[in-house]
């Protein structure tokens, strides 16, 4: 008998500790052309960046869509269930479901010709110590294999065009924000900041909230440093640095246009990225050249 669960594990899920066990165990049994992670998963409870990032994986190769989440009786633990009775698809099957995410065009946003598709996973640098490989695992989770965020996947939830991954966006200025609470929700103009395609987060004087640095601190936090992003300020209790002396898993600043990203790896002046509120805010693996960092904070 394929196995169930009592409430919905993954983005903005209920995350019971026997239903995270029971979908990490089902994506385990997927293969990894069919979808499955190209790791086993820890069957450990826990839903954390590299489960999530499983489940967007497993969705993107069988529907061609991606929340991130698996619902109780929905259409992801559905088949799911089929690879673990042994009956799943071999090739993906043609998209399909109930409302599922669509790709959209802001209003007034004229997107750029979509660059091609980044390969599934990015080699995280051997010998880094071990607080730097999680900050790089949790930041590569949230864009590979594919961005947890962006204006461009959508989905219907009550009559209302949202973005997909916005329960994550959220979740990010909950956890990351000094100060933030959810106080901050009952304003409706901050809710459709995160939830709805082309919206942000209002800011006097600006376009809305740039949450880039906001990204990266979430994922310094993430895994185990005690920091907070301080409005207008940066992050707490990182050191700052003004030089290019960065290393992995540092976040770095632009000169330019002061965005955040975190740094998954330096060749050379040539570095290999993790940016939160990118291009249709997403979080996306870029090549940058080191020769663009202003200044940056360590996570040492």
Same mark, same amino acid.
Request: hydrophobic share 35%; proline share 10%.
């Given at each position: ?10 983005l ?14 089902l994506l385990?049994?997927v ?15 826990k ?15 069988q529907?061609?869509?991606?929340? /991130?989440?698996?619902?109780a /009786? ?11 009775? /042994? ?20 209003? /007034? ?9 980044? @390969? ?12 730097? #490989? ?7 989770g ?21 973005r997909?991954?916005?329960? #994550? ?10 100060g ?10 901050t ?8 919206r ?23 895994a ?7 409005m ?11 030089? #290019? ?19 998954a ?8 990225t993790?940016?939160?509120? @990118? ?14 960092v ?7």
């Amino acid at each position: 008998m394929a196995r169930s669960i009592q409430a919905s594990v993954g983005l903005g899920g209920a995350n019971r500790a026997d239903d995270v066990c029971t979908v990490q165990s089902l994506l385990n049994d997927v293969p990894a052309g069919s979808g499955g992670p190209p790791a086993p998963l820890d069957t450990d409870g826990k839903c954390g960046p590299l489960t999530v990032g499983a489940i967007l994986r497993f969705q993107q190769t069988q529907f061609h869509w991606a929340d /991130g989440r698996v619902d109780a /009786g929905g259409q992801t633990i559905g088949r799911l269930g089929e690879f673990d009775a /042994g009956t799943g698809p071999a090739t993906p099957p043609v998209p399909g479901g109930i409302d599922p995410p669509q790709i959209v065009t802001p209003p /007034g946003h004229v997107p750029p010709a979509p660059p091609p598709p980044p @390969s599934s996973s990015v080699p995280i640098p051997a010998g880094l110590p071990a607080l730097r #490989r999680r900050v790089l695992e949790v930041a590569l989770g949230e864009a590979l294999p594919a961005t947890a965020v962006s204006d461009l996947i959508t989905r219907q939830e009550d009559g209302l065009l949202v973005r997909a991954g916005w329960r #994550r966006l959220k979740q990010y200025f909950d956890e990351g924000v000094d100060g933030w609470n959810e106080n901050k929700w009952k304003d409706k103009s901050t809710l459709d900041g995160v939830r709805i395609p082309g919206r942000r987060i209002p800011q006097p004087g600006t376009s809305g909230v740039s949450w880039c640095g906001i990204f990266a601190t979430w994922a310094v936090r993430t895994a185990g440093v005690e920091t907070k992003w301080r409005m207008g300020l940066g992050p707490s209790r990182l050191a700052l640095k003004f030089s #290019r002396d960065c290393r992995p898993g540092d976040i770095c600043v632009m000169k330019e246009h002061i965005h955040h990203f975190i740094v998954a790896s330096i060749d050379g002046d040539n570095m290999v990225t993790v940016n939160g509120n @990118s291009e249709n805010q997403a979080i996306l693996v870029k090549n940058r050249p080191l020769s663009c960092v202003r200044y940056f904070y360590s996570v040492d």
